[in-house]
């Protein structure tokens, strides 16, 4: 509210609903109607009255900084309905200049502050260092027994061959994968699931099934070796296994780009990944914070793409350096002035090479590509050079993309050069971002 | 360096190996125990994704036309997103609907509008504009008209969107120049049916006899239900210069194409058929009184008069009606000794048979056909007179019909006269055909019934469909008048129970559409 250019878009708004049904519901309380008493503060808040069914108006209040939502409706959805109305209200039309919350507002805002200016180890219970390296002790080796017997099986299917596996099926992965859950390395079980999902996967399967099953090798041997690594290595080995992260990463203030976020949902429908992709506008450097929803909620934390916030970033050890999460920051953001900067197709599989040097099991690297021409096709998309013939593939499927981001990017391009944001990996590259020709307003592929 | 190096050949023997098994590999091979296989395949996979070089671009699209129109302000390319992004929404059935704006109906104003202004759609939005025209026809032409060349230079790449290169949505740039004779023949010959349909439009927009000419070339061999399509298309636009062709056609084979060869020829008061049906229908009425026709003989039948009627009514009144209805209206004025249209209708004829009925009705039926509006004036009589007193018809179907003769502002005023004297009860229908958004007088009275039959004590969803009505059609300037509805009172004392709140409710719905079209509308203004 600070700054009136810091609004959502009514898309940014309804990627926070729930569900379809609270997006519509939203959508039709996202006029001046049924609304009373609207208002914002100068510190990110905005809260109304809406009338319901019964005698007494719900009362909303979002905070804009969580976003977090406090709802006096009985609805056990999150946000529910009338904070999305609010926002889209307020995204829309805006709620005036910035007053005093109403008492009933106030009483949360205030709580929600309170609670977030107590220095994080106070709710902490006090440290037991030796219980806590006995405890990692403990997990270690149960860790490495799974991995013992990961190797084992490996070895088993190399010596029989792959050949039988395509009638051989997948509850035999399953149960490996349920092995290594038990083993608390749960980076090893989904990449164990993964594998066994090849061989149903279509033509090429036996290639891409050796090289997962190899690079799972790799890293059951980099962990049995693991006091040997390099420390960021090993940090990244570590993770990759699904191990918490130890240790304080570095921190680095800067203004940081949005430039990308979507969400994926496992295959059991049980958790949300929302993927938040930024970029340091002094130095360059990319940050990806992960943010996790349960079952019906999407993910809190929502950053609009194409704004800049200026926050500290911790980034973690390990991965290539991508992973971060995010610190203080302060509650405005600013539009970008400017497309940020394409590299060629050659540059951004170098970038990806080059990453992999840390992290040999990454799949991606975030790039931004320009200016490329998307080619559709039948059999598959492509992004070429705007000057030249080399191309990158567009992968069809993966990353929980559509295909109709990819015809929204064609539409941008209209078989024109255009920027793209998108991460570039072994697969191809998958956009994410464009921005149009004459424009520096970015487009989130949906 | 290692012999890994050769890179490609050694991976493919590796996979090679993979797939058999170590276990049956006996001659040693790349990589002999599984662990060395493993190991091999990881230096070689990370290898490959390290050095992975682009590939051969393919053929690059060809560039879009330019679309020379400006895009819409930001605020209303937002409200289109969000629009179309609920474009799905349920359509709340029946019952309460709280007080939340109707968004169902906003979409097609906004494409309306901002066709008004010339917009294009913003590029990005033009995937989910055809996605929307493909799911709703009559969103079609207007979805398609906004998404201009960029839409056209996509749905040629997308099966999905095929339709749109389709039917003549105006300027699409797809049919040929209709002066271009080989191309017309060309497509005429080979096209899908829409397409032949949008030339056959394209070249009587050019030139009405040229038309005619292009059906003769193939109508022999078109399968009937596409000679009757095509005579159908024939209604818009219809001229003397189509009679001979029309004509020809009261000799069709199909029963279907010979009836409405006689219907089309039966709107041109000049037409030979209108003439023989003009004699005929003179013969039965008249100042005397009515004497229906005593059979029906082969030349009626072959002017299009249907022999066997209906269950009910009576063979000679029957064919009655068709006479009077395909007679032009022009010929009654010397029958009648010199009258008008509205002294005609008012003559007590042949009152005693019980004839006036049908005669009215043939009536009505000949003024919608020949789009006669002094006729319609005069078969609907004062908007004020009680409905089953009406000169004309009492059928609303029939009213609404006559109605749509008339100029815009004559019909807005007769309706708003209409719900003055009756409420609105019977409105709906009258409604329907009048222009949007509603001209003042005619909102005014719609608001001020509205509010008498709050006062009434009725419940509102007794008016729903007028209540609908009126959140897509009332002005949005009306919405402050409106704002003093919206409050509560409390309920009458002969008042169904808790009335008064939900019309309270009803009158907030409609308040608040009415506003968000006025914000709609005004985002559309260019800057």
């Known amino acids: 509210m600070t700054d009136q250019g810091d609004r959502w878009t009514a898309e940014q708004v309804l990627d926070l609903a729930p569900d379809d049904a609270s997006r ?50 009985p609805s056990r959805k999150f946000p529910c309905k009338h904070a999305l109305g609010l926002l889209l209200l307020w995204s829309a039309e805006g709620v005036g200049e910035p007053v005093e919350a109403p008492e009933w507002a106030a009483q949360w805002l205030t709580d929600r502050a309170a609670k977030a200016a107590r220095p994080p180890g106070e709710r902490a219970a006090p440290v037991d260092e030796e219980g806590a390296r006995k405890r990692a002790e403990r997990r270690a080796a149960r860790v490495g027994a799974g991995v013992t017997e990961l190797e084992q099986r490996l070895a088993d299917l190399l010596r029989g061959g792959l050949a039988g596996q395509e009638q051989a099926g997948y509850a035999g992965w399953e149960e490996t994968a349920a092995r290594m859950v038990d083993a608390q390395a749960p980076g090893l079980a989904a990449r164990v699931r993964e594998l066994g999902t090849i061989p149903s996967c279509g033509p090429g399967w036996p290639a891409r099934m050796l090289e997962e099953a190899a690079l799972l090798h790799l890293l059951d041997r980099a962990w049995l070796g693991v006091a040997g690594l390099p420390e960021e290595l090993a940090a990244t080995v570590r993770s990759r296994v699904g191990l918490p992260a130890s240790g304080e990463g570095e921190a680095v203030r800067d203004r940081w780009l949005v430039l990308a976020q979507y969400d994926t949902v496992s295959p059991d429908g049980r958790l949300t990944t929302r993927r938040i992709w930024l970029r340091g506008l002094a130095d360059g450097r990319p940050a990806l914070v ?139 590259f998958t956009p994410l971002t464009a921005w149009q020709p004459d424009s520096t307003e970015p487009v989130a592929l949906s | ?187 005429w010959q080979e096209g899908l049916f829409a397409e032949r349909v949008a030339l056959l439009g394209a070249v009587r927009a050019h030139e009405a006899a040229a038309a005619p000419r292009l059906l003769m070339t193939t109508w022999a061999t078109e399968r009937a239900e596409d000679r009757l399509m095509f005579l159908d298309s024939l209604r818009v636009g219809l001229s003397e210069g189509d009679e001979p062709f029309l004509d020809a056609a009261l000799g069709d084979r199909s029963r279907n194409v010979r009836a409405t060869a006689a219907e089309l020829l039966s709107a041109l008061p000049a037409s030979a058929l209108a003439g023989r049906m003009a004699e005929r229908a003179l013969a039965c009425v008249g100042p005397e009184g009515v004497t229906p026709p005593a059979e029906c003989d082969a030349g009626m039948l072959r002017d299009g008069v249907v022999k066997r009627p209906p269950a009910g009514r009576g063979e000679r009144a029957w064919w009655l009606g068709q006479l009077v209805e395909a007679a032009p209206l022009s010929c009654w004025r010397e029958r009648f000794g010199g009258l008008g249209p509205a002294e005609i209708v008012a003559l007590p004829v042949a009152a005693g048979d019980g004839w006036t009925e049908e005669l009215h009705a043939a009536w009505c039926r000949a003024a919608v056909r020949q789009r006669d509006a002094s006729w319609s004036r005069a078969l609907l009589g004062p908007a004020s007179a009680p409905p089953a007193a009406g000169p004309g018809t009492a059928s609303l179907a029939e009213r609404a019909k006559l109605l749509e003769t008339l100029p815009h502002a004559e019909r807005a005023e007769w309706v708003a006269e209409f719900i003055r004297a009756h409420g609105l009860s019977e409105a709906f229908q009258l409604l329907g055909v009048c222009v949007v958004p509603w001209a003042g007088a005619l909102g005014r009275a719609v608001v001020d019934a509205l509010d008498t039959a709050r006062d009434a004590g009725s419940y509102p969803w007794s008016f729903s469909g007028v209540m609908g009505l009126a959140e897509r059609c009332l002005d949005p300037a009306e919405a402050s008048r409106l704002e003093a509805l919206t409050t509560a009172a409390e309920d009458l004392p002969d008042a169904a129970p808790g009335a008064a709140a939900y019309w309270a409710e009803a009158f907030t719905r409609l308040v608040s559409t009415l506003r968000l079209r006025a914000a709609m509308l005004a985002e559309l203004a260019p800057v």
């Open chain 1, 290 to 428: 992960l943010d996790f929803g349960p079952p019906g909620r999407p993910p809190g934390l929502a950053l609009p793409v194409g704004r800049v916030l200026e926050a500290e970033m911790r980034f973690r050890p390990g991965s290539a350096g991508l992973r971060a999460d995010l610190g203080e920051r302060s509650a405005a953001t600013a539009p970008c002035a400017e497309v940020p900067a394409g590299v060629s197709t050659g540059a951004a599989l170098e970038a990806y090479g080059e990453a992999l040097r840390q992290d040999p099991w990454l799949e991606s690297w975030p790039v931004v590509l320009g200016p490329v021409v998307p080619i559709p096709g039948e059999l598959g998309w492509q992004l070429a050079d705007a000057e030249g013939t080399s191309a990158l593939p567009v992968p069809l499927t993966g990353g929980g993309r559509s295909r109709g981001g990819l015809w929204q990017l064609a539409a941008l391009s209209g078989g024109g050069p255009v920027t793209v944001f998108g991460e570039c990996g072994h697969r191809g």
């Open chain 2, 1 to 187: 360096m290692d012999k890994s190096d050769e890179g490609y050949g050694e991976w493919e023997e590796l996979v090679a190996a993979a797939l058999l098994g170590t276990e049956r590999r006996r001659d040693g091979g790349p990589a002999g125990s599984p662990e060395a296989l493993l190991d091999a395949a990881a230096v070689h996979a990370v290898r490959r994704r390290a050095g992975l070089r682009p590939a051969e671009a393919g053929r690059r699209p060809e560039p879009a036309p330019r679309d020379p129109r400006p895009v819409p302000p930001e605020a209303a390319g937002r409200r289109l997103a969000q629009l179309l992004a609920g474009r799905s929404g349920p359509v709340n059935g029946g019952g309460r609907r709280g007080t939340a704006p109707d968004l169902t109906e906003l979409l097609p104003q906004w494409l309306a509008a901002a066709a008004r202004h010339g917009y294009r759609s913003p590029a990005s939005l033009v995937p989910a504009l055809l996605d929307a025209a493909r799911a709703r026809t009559d969103l079609r032409p207007q979805a398609l008209a906004l998404a201009g060349t960029r839409g056209l230079w996509l749905a040629r790449m997308n099966p999905d969107w095929r339709f749109a290169l389709r039917g003549g949505s105006g300027g699409t740039g797809e049919l040929p120049e209709v002066t271009d004779r080989a191309a017309v023949e060309r497509l």
């Open chain 1, 24 to 73: 519509k519901a939203g959508g039709r309380l996202g006029g001046a109607g049924p609304w009373s008493q609207i208002g914002g503060s100068a510190s990110g808040s905005v809260w109304g009255l809406c009338k319901g069914s019964g005698s007494k108006p719900y009362r909303t209040v979002v905070d804009l900084k969580g976003p977090a939502y406090k709802c006096s409706c």
